[in-house]
């Protein structure tokens, strides 16, 4: 079955492409202002693991909220990064794209901490697997990894530390700022995996 991979060149979809290898992988500029950072972390791995990859540029941005666009906090929002509806919106983006290539499963990177968003859970997984299945040519959604924490993945895909540094999991820059929710897990992440090593992040 033909597979491709919605990266976002953070750590979890940079891991899972490492493991599954798809045959394509899709990153989207959607207005986000890390766009810059994570399309640079999804090239490099692509590129050293030989997956065809494609950037989608929409600009999304007058849609959004929180971290992600430098913006208001929403009162819904169950954290500063929240974006509306944003999974749903890029994996549609990506389903329309990747349907060209024929691809019958669409991956993503959503593990078992972004249990905290209503689209990182199990019932959104299925729900939208089940409408993106009962459109034409039945592509299949699936999120290998969702009861897999993020050093759970990284240690079952076997991804070399080198390669899993391009990650960029920064919420407001292109440059980590170190602050944010996404700079916070990346620096957990990494002193939990290699700390033993005498490595400091």
Known sequence: ???????????????????KRPAIAITIDYGQLPAKGEIRAATAVAEALG??????????????????T?????????S???????NQLLLTMA??????????????????SDETHRDGQAPFIELI???MAFQERGM???????????????????????LLCHAHSCHKSDIMCGECRGCIKYRA?????YEEEGLRY
């Open 189 to 193: 992440t990494m002193q939990e995996l």
């Open 95 to 112: 389903a329309m794209r990747v349907i060209h290539y024929d691809v019958q499963e669409l991956m993503i990177g959503t593990v078992a």
């Open 51 to 68: 997956i065809k990859h494609e950037i989608l540029r929409v600009d999304c941005k007058s849609l959004g909220a929180g971290d992600l």
């Open 80 to 86: 500063p990064e929240w974006w509306p509806y944003r």
């Open 129 to 131: 697997d089940h409408l």
């Open 140 to 162: 299949h959604v699936t999120a290998p990894a969702l009861n897999l924490s993020c050093v759970e993945l990284v240690k079952k895909s076997g991804i070399s530390r080198p």
């Open 70 to 78: 430098g913006g208001v906090q929403l009162d819904a929002a169950p």
């Open 1 to 19: 079955m033909k597979s491709a991979l919605l990266l976002s060149g953070g750590m979890d979809s940079i891991a899972l492409a490492y493991w």
